[in-house]
T-cell receptor
Framework: DAKTTQPTSMDCAEGRAANLPCNHSTISGNEYVYWYRQIHSQGPQYIIHGLKNNETNEMASLIITEDRKSSTLILPHATLRDTAVYYC???????????FGQGTRLTINP | DSGVTQTPKHLITATGQRVTLRCSPRSGDLSVYWYQQSLDQGLQFLIQYYNGEERAKGNILERFSAQQFPDLHSELNLSSLELGDSALYFC?????????????FGPGTRLTVT
């Protein structure tokens, strides 16, 4: 699995958009970008994934650069419940396992 | 609530002992995955089962074993426990063997070895 690089921690004010970056400069053509999050000691939660195009669902938006070497997860209106560790993971579709890095610890401040 | 259940929630045991962790996947999911999360190693994939068969193996110790039963629930057996085995153990499930990216995680079992 290719390596991803994320900031160790970030802060965001409640109600503002939280933008979490992820660098994956060695991504290969058949690797998807996935985002999971883990709220303190709970099981990780799937957020969103994409290959080339930007994606949006009820939780977040995923923006992937044209060269696919980086991406940004956007939480449009962050709430206190979005405080969690966010993991950016590269995965070949059909791969058997998730490889979690250190992730970004996002703190939403009131 | 992901629909994945794990029991027990907490487990405290002594070194050298053996324990069994249990996982029930979401209704309709055939794949079960086990992960270990310790403070120094982060979240690590241990093993995957699909419809009763072992499908993929990660950094699972020889002292650990797992199985998936005909009713699709899975058990992770940890034996000859050491202090370093203290961790959160998560089970996840997905629809099939090729859908590993959308895994649904249970609440975990916190194992403390004293």
């Amino acid at each position: 699995d290719a390596k991803t690089t994320q900031p160790t921690s970030m802060d965001c004010a409640e109600g503002r958009a939280a933008n979490l970056p992820c660098n994956h400069s060695t991504i290969s053509g058949n690797e998807y970008v996935y985002w999971y999050r883990q709220i303190h000691s709970q099981g990780p939660q799937y957020i969103i994934h994409g290959l080339k195009n930007n994606e949006t669902n009820e939780m977040a938006s995923l923006i992937i650069t044209e060269d696919r070497k980086s991406s940004t997860l956007i939480l449009p209106h962050a709430t206190l419940r979005d405080t969690a560790v966010y993991y950016c993971i590269l995965l070949i579709q059909g791969a058997q396992k998730l490889v979690f890095g250190q992730g970004t610890r996002l703190t939403i401040n009131p | 609530d992901s629909g994945v259940t794990q029991t027990p929630k907490h487990l405290i045991t002594a070194t050298g002992q053996r324990v069994t962790l249990r996982c029930s996947p979401r209704s309709g999911d055939l794949s079960v995955y086990w992960y270990q999360q310790s403070l120094d190693q982060g979240l690590q994939f241990l093993i995957q089962y699909y419809n009763g068969e072992e499908r993929a193996k990660g950094n699972i110790l020889e002292r650990f074993s797992a199985q998936q039963f005909p009713d699709l629930h899975s058990e992770l057996n940890l034996s000859s426990l050491e202090l370093g085995d203290s961790a959160l153990y998560f089970c996840a499930s997905s629809v099939g063997p090729r859908d590993s990216y959308e895994q649904y995680f249970g609440p975990g079992t916190r194992l403390t070895v004293t």
